[in-house]
């Protein structure tokens, strides 16, 4: 049974990097089949995509977040990460990671999601 | 990159059907055959629906299918249930392995 697990601080000050990380259990982070993601969502707010990574490394981020954002992958410990640099209240939010399966080009499994506050 | 447009909410009667839309451009919607939804209850991960536009993944019920016309998506729940109350969200791919969300819409049933 797969499953992802999100990791992190739950409280970050202003001005500084939000760091997350996903575990994938129940299966490979190696496969050529999916890309894996982070989405967000503020309180009471959508879903917005933050970026994805493939298991060679290759990342692709969204437009509005790009000169913030780094997601990198641990093959070796079936992890890949996510830092957010520079934050603001407004990076306040549910982070979710997720899996894409090339196949579908769709997110068909997600993590429970954790919530980081950036207050001081 | 702009977001996707949904209605913010929608509601019916039990056994009723709705129409979730989701408009964007030519640049995502237009250019992919590629949307999908998800159905997200309150303090639970998003759930798959419907990916491809079309498709329904394994254990999804019949009730729900989705079509799409030019820039704009659509997400139809028939027979509505109790159990459908919930948000809505739609995601469309938009080139270069890039994706973008709609806002959601808050589907109520009466």
């Known amino acids: 049974q797969l499953q992802l697990q999100e990791s992190g601080p739950g409280l970050v000050n202003p001005s500084e990097t939000l760091s997350l990380i996903c575990t994938v259990t129940?299966?490979?982070?190696?496969?050529?089949?999916?890309?894996w993601a982070w989405v967000r969502q503020p309180p009471g707010k959508g879903l917005e995509w933050i970026g994805s990574i493939y298991y060679s490394g290759g990342t692709f981020y969204n437009p509005s977040l790009k000169s913030r954002v780094i997601i990198s992958i641990d093959t070796s410990k079936n992890q890949f990460s996510l830092r957010l640099n520079s934050v603001t209240a407004a990076d306040t939010a549910l982070y979710y990671c997720?899996?894409?399966?090339?196949?579908?080009?769709?997110?068909?499994?997600w993590g429970q999601g954790t919530l980081v506050i950036v207050s001081s | 990159q702009s977001a996707l447009t949904q209605p913010a909410s929608l509601s019916g009667s039990p056994g009723q059907s709705i129409t979730i839309s989701c408009t964007g451009t030519s640049s995502d919607i237009g250019s992919y055959n590629l949307v999908s939804w998800f159905q997200q209850h309150p303090g639970k991960a998003p759930k798959l629906m419907i990916y491809e536009g079309t498709k329904r993944p394994s254990g999804v019920s019949n009730r729900f299918s989705g079509s799409k016309s030019g820039n704009t998506a659509s997400l139809t729940i028939s027979g509505l249930q109790a159990e459908d109350e919930a948000e809505y969200y739609c995601?469309?791919?938009?080139?270069?392995?890039?994706?973008?969300f709609g806002p959601g819409t808050k589907v109520t049933v009466l």
């Open positions: 997720a899996r894409l399966t090339t196949a579908i080009v769709a997110f068909d499994f």
């Open positions: 129940g299966g490979s982070i190696s496969s050529s089949s999916y890309y």
């Open positions: 995601c469309s791919y938009a080139g270069s392995s890039t994706h973008v």
